[in-house]
């Protein structure tokens, strides 16, 4: 199967790299493309320079060697531009790995056979849009991640791929719970690829029975940390 890492900073998509470069089966590749507001230019040579200081780091000798070995690629335009699309599609990837700051389009979806997958911090289709942790917990419901394959709406994709309950209750704020939540992310991808290697890959059905929840406001956020602080 291969695998592309979608992102914008070299150093974001390495963490990613390091965790899942050894599940056997899996082609995996860094797909680095800039910004909307960013110079490409500026953003090849940034991430560039994260690759020669990355390869530096004594922390893997062996997995330094990612930037050098024909493993990370560079899109000239923006991840959704026509010419961007077309590389994708020449590339013949199975799956791609959301890890980058935009919203995809429905061409650049389908460049991939399978789809892009998205590590979603809620448990669909209950939980989707945003501050979904914080809502869970007001509600006293379950708090988790769901990696799908996203489609073009907010959290809407039909195929979830796994779904698992995560315990926050040891963090004492909302940033750390997140933090913790979206630090997941290889852990959770890794999952799921497991999954769809599997000889009979199984999928749960985003019904879009739940409902779509927005940024939570100051006063209810209040109330989320008060629940935090007692759970401990």
Avoid at 53 to 80: A, C, E, K, Y
Avoid at 134 to 139: D, G, N, P, T
């Amino acid at each position: 199967m291969r695998v592309g890492i979608l992102a914008n900073s070299y150093l974001s998509a390495f963490t990613i790299y390091r965790q899942l470069h050894d599940l056997p089966d899996c082609d995996l590749y860094i797909v680095l493309s800039p910004l909307p507001h960013r110079s490409p230019i500026i953003s090849v040579l940034a991430n560039f320079a994260r690759m020669i200081i990355g390869s530096l780091s004594p922390m893997s000798w062996q997995l330094s060697s990612v930037p050098f070995n024909r493993r990370v690629i560079f899109l000239p335009h923006t991840i959704d531009h026509p010419g961007s699309v077309a590389q994708l599609k020449k590339l013949q990837f199975d799956v791609g790995l959301h890890k980058s700051g935009g919203i995809y389009r429905k061409e650049t979806i389908t460049a991939f056979r399978l789809g892009i997958l998205n590590p979603h911090i809620g448990l669909l289709p209950e939980y989707r849009g945003r501050s979904v942790m914080e809502w869970s917990l007001l509600k006293n419901d379950p708090v988790g991640i769901s990696v799908f394959f996203i489609d073009t709406g907010i959290d809407t994709g039909e195929q979830i791929i796994i779904k698992e309950q995560v315990d926050v209750s040891h963090y004492t704020s909302i940033s750390e719970a997140k933090e913790f939540l979206f630090n997941l992310d290889a852990t959770f991808f890794r999952k799921a690829l497991k999954v769809l290697n599997s000889a009979e890959p199984g999928f749960q059905l985003n019904d879009g029975s739940g409902h779509r929840y927005y940024v939570m406001s100051k006063l209810f956020q209040g109330v989320v940390q008060e629940i935090l602080e007692r759970r401990l």
